[in-house]
Nanobody, 120 residues
Framework: QVQLVESGGGLVQPGGSLRLSCAASGSIFSIGAMGWYRQAPGKQRELVATTSHYTTDYADSVKGRFTASRDNAKNTIYLQMSSLKPEDTAVYYC???????????????WGQGTQVTVSS
């Protein structure tokens, strides 16, 4: 079994900061891409940031405000969010593409989501 467990969400005022964490655990041979997505009420899930071993890409709406980073030794990804806006309010989901064993194909896994609310 593979689990992705997020933490760090909460309520923050506009202009504030939050740091999300996501740790992957279980039977993992290797992780490829890890990233963050979000889904606001009534909207589709959208990409926030995705990291490979070499690059990190961001949605235009968060560039310059959010920073994604990985600790490969801990199978963990972080999302440092700054200058938060009310429109950043959403459930944030962690994603990982990984191989459970060297014989398995790559597969996608998701965390359960963590709520981020930006409001005064």
């Amino acid at each position: 079994q593979v689990q992705l467990v997020e933490s760090g969400g909460g309520l923050v005022q506009p202009g504030g900061s939050l740091r999300l964490s996501c740790a992957a655990s279980g039977s993992i041979f290797s992780i490829g891409a890890m990233g963050w997505y979000r889904q606001a009420p009534g909207k589709q899930r959208e990409l926030v940031a995705t990291t490979s071993h070499y690059t990190t890409d961001y949605a235009d709406s968060v560039k310059g405000r959010f920073t994604a980073s990985r600790d490969n030794a801990k199978n963990t990804i972080y999302l440092q969010m700054s200058s938060l806006k009310p429109e950043d309010t959403a459930v944030y989901y962690c994603h990982a593409s990984l191989w459970r064993t060297e014989l398995d194909p790559i597969d996608d896994y998701w965390g359960q989501g963590t709520q981020v609310t930006v409001s005064s």
